[in-house]
């Protein structure tokens, strides 16, 4: 089987859910990687019940498959991008971000979802590694025992900038994880392959093949090295004819996510570019 190929919500920011979802079904989507955010399954709207419901019939009658994103800019903090996270300063901020973040997983047990993505934040108040790695663990671990309750996974993702910003870090944290024993159960992780080219985490092949085994999600756009920019395919500097061929070695049976966050003003033209553009790609690859 070929690779399954979605579109990130955050890259039609204009649309309705709605009419996201079909658009990107019309187009040839095999999946949508659902960014929750104010008017897209918002866990603190009173309306989001009824919303749920139509989008989980609408993606079982199209039959995709789903990704729960929880990277929104200003839902919870309409003025501090991202804010509060897992590693901000006070119990209180880190708790609000839990909340969201178990709040996501019901979503997504919702949507039958593949899984939940997430990220660690950034350092603002200067606190030393030690001290924001345990913020971290301590509040993904509660997020952890979640999951398993609800039977979903979480796909965490080295994000530039954050705590966690490499596959090396990712590493740390998972070898962190382990000797405080937290739940793994239900631990994965998301590569984001214009974030490898980004920091030079290279080659992407190599680096996809090695994080095999754990792989639930994938992010993929163009990037140029030292530039955390999303661009779209053909205006970076990778080579994705490697990069596709280690997804189909590894026998990779998830979601390849599309996330073109700073192209919603031509949502649907450059969700119908990178579907041509990727799906010419996988069509010559050769199988496995």
């Known amino acids: 089987m070929g690779l399954l190929l979605g579109y990130n919500t955050n890259g039609l920011a ?25 008017a897209a399954l918002n866990p603190y709207d ?15 009658g199209r039959q995709l498959r789903s990704v729960v994103e929880t990277g929104a800019r200003y839902l919870l903090d309409p ?64 997020v952890l025992d979640y999951a398993d309750r609800k039977s979903v996974q979480l796909a965490f993702e080295p994000e530039p900038g954050m705590l966690i910003d490499t596959l ?9 994880l382990e000797r405080e024993r937290a739940n ?9 392959v214009g974030h490898l080219q980004c920091q030079g985490e290279l080659p992407i092949a190599g680096q996809i093949c090695r994080w095999g085994d754990r792989l639930a999600n994938v992010h993929i756009e163009d990037m140029r090295a030292g530039v955390h920019e999303h661009l779209m395919f053909g205006e970076g500097e990778i080579d994705f004819r490697p990069v ?45």
Request: charged share 25%; net charge negative; hydrophobic share 40%.
């Open 168 to 176: 090396e870090r990712f590493a740390d944290l998972v070898e962190r």
């Open 244 to 288: 596709i061929a280690a997804l189909v070695d590894i026998g990779y049976a998830g979601l390849v996510n599309v996330e073109l966050s700073r192209h919603s003003h031509e949502g649907p033209t450059a969700a119908r570019r990178a579907y041509e553009f990727l799906r010419s790609m996988c069509d010559s690859s050769p199988s496995r």
């Open 184 to 192: 793994l159960s239900h631990f994965r992780l998301t590569i984001d």
């Open 79 to 142: 003025v501090t991008k991202h804010e509060p996270t897992l590693v901000s300063p006070q119990p209180a901020e880190r708790a609000r971000r839990i909340d969201f973040l178990c709040r996501a997983v019901d979503i997504a047990a919702r949507l039958g979802s593949d899984c939940v993505s997430l990220w660690s934040g950034i350092v603002h108040d200067g606190a030393g590694d030690a001290e924001a790695m345990d913020r971290l663990v301590g509040g993904l671990a509660e």
């Open 14 to 38: 204009h649309h309705d859910l709605v009419d996201a979802i079909e658009l990107l079904a019309k187009i040839g989507y095999q999946g949508v990687a659902i960014s929750i955010d104010h």
């Open 46 to 60: 009173d309306r989001t019940d009824i919303q749920l419901e139509q989008v989980t019939g609408l993606m079982r």
